[in-house]
């Protein structure tokens, strides 16, 4: 992983020419000894008020040991425990979102999340809204967005990714990352293996729609990528060292996103597909399914699409001049751009690959396996391109083609 102060050498010295913003973590520690490293960081910042945030398992498996720490420091905190719903998921929505301010004094110096992704967004939101720094401490190395700035919340059933705050410290203690249940490190495998189309339609977007595009930043995630991709057995045992590269490329993936503020290196048509899903199960009342193993699916499927049909339509000029001009159309810019586009959809690699290495880490590898039905799939790969406001290869595809034809 790389180190705070090389990442910040590394920023000054990048000709994008795009806004790099300052990264305002002050530590990161990945030890057996980082809940006590975490009390006695908020000691140094003389922070004298800790309110803790976690959901009734992560209390059990971290929560209480820190506020223990804390008890016999002698520091004030109070611990907020965020309930599970009628269908005992625990879910950053409005509920969740006010469980945590009411849970926080106007006296509380800082805001500790304590658990996976689901807590990490709860708390970035209500720490933000209520005008105080959060520390992560993570629980399961399962998603990339502990030390992000993004906030996915579901308002009114809609899932919307907020701008918040990032940590202003992050916490992971090894011991507690490597007793993580198989699918949720599988879980964050599949997170990061989603930045093969992440990065592929960020690039897409920077070509077509000349969305900002850093290189530096695309280098990081990356990286992070293909070290989780070459040490996959060593992941796939939960041993220190395996578990240690995933948690680094989960937080290197995090800090890649910092640095251009916002999610397009780590977010694209697949974690749309994911969103989407995740809307449509609020809706139906079902229990939710990790993200990462979300992603890992949906990223085959995307690979997939892009892989045949879009790699096929955008290698044939002819049948690029044949398609319906719309309005705004970025269709000219594809024409002109063709060669480039072609490289990035040959630069993927197969959703077979994907699979192997998911069934490496006993992950889920099929969308059924998830409870999402064929239908709901043909669906999301329909409309889920209308949940962000991105260029992605999924949108250029249904504006000029429509998924119906997607065998």
């Keep these: 992983m790389i180190a705070l102060n090389e990442l910040s050498n590394l920023s000054k010295a990048c000709t994008c020419g795009n806004q790099h913003y300052e ?15 975490a009390v006695s960081y908020t000691i140094d910042q003389s922070f004298q008020n800790i309110a803790i945030i976690a959901d009734q398992t992560t209390f059990k498996v971290a929560g209480e040991r820190l506020a223990n ?123 990061m293996i989603g930045k093969y189309t992440s990065l592929a339609d960020w690039k897409f977007s920077h070509l077509i729609a000349g969305e900002s595009y850093c290189p530096l930043t695309a280098q990081l995630t990356e990286e992070a990528l293909e070290e989780c991709v070459k040490q996959v057995d060593k992941i796939s045992e939960a041993d220190e060292e395996g578990i240690k590269i995933l948690i680094e490329a989960l937080i290197q993936s995090g800090m890649a996103m910092l640095l251009v503020g916002h999610s397009s290196p780590a977010s694209g048509g697949e974690h749309h597909l994911s969103h989407y899903w995740e809307m449509e199960f609020l809706k139906q009342g079902k229990a939710q399914v990790l993200h990462g193993a979300k992603v890992g699916v949906s990223a085959q499927l995307i690979l ?10 955008v290698s044939s000029t002819k049948r690029l001049e044949e398609l319906d001009v719309n309005t705004e159309d970025k269709l000219d810019n594809v024409i002109a751009r063709q060669k480039e586009v072609v490289e990035v959809l040959n ?55 429509g998924i119906h034809q997607y065998a």
């Excluded at 305002?24 to 000894?33: N, P, Q, R």
Aim: no cysteine; aromatic share 6%.
């Design 23 to 37: 990264i305002t973590i002050d530590k990161i520690v990945i030890s057996h000894e980082a809940l006590k490293q």
């Design 69 to 191: 720490l804390y008890k016999e420091a002698n520091v004030n905190h109070e611990v907020v425990i965020i309930e599970a719903n009628e269908i005992n998921d625990v879910i950053a929505d409005e509920v969740s979102l006010i469980e945590a301010m009411l849970g926080i004094s106007q006296n509380t110096d800082v805001v500790i999340a304590v658990g996976s992704g689901t807590i990490h967004d709860i708390a970035r939101f209500a720490s933000f809204k209520m005008g105080k720094p959060f520390i992560s401490v993570p629980t399961a190395p399962s998603v990339d967005g502990f030390n992000s700035m993004g906030a996915p919340v579901v308002i009114k059933g809609v899932k919307t990714t907020y701008q918040m705050q990032s940590p202003i410290a992050l916490f992971a203690d090894i011991s507690i990352l490597q007793e993580a249940p198989k699918e949720m490190i599988a879980a964050g495998f599949g997170d």
């Design 304 to 313: 997939d699409l892009y892989k045949k049909e879009v790699l096929q339509l």
């Design 347 to 401: 630069s993927l690699p197969d959703a077979s690959i994907l699979a192997n290495l998911l069934q490496k880490l006993e992950g889920i590898v099929r969308p059924t396996e998830l409870g999402i039905s064929t239908e709901l799939v043909r669906n999301s790969l329909h409309e889920a391109h209308l949940l962000r406001n991105r260029y992605t290869m999924l949108k250029f595809w249904n504006e000029h083609v």
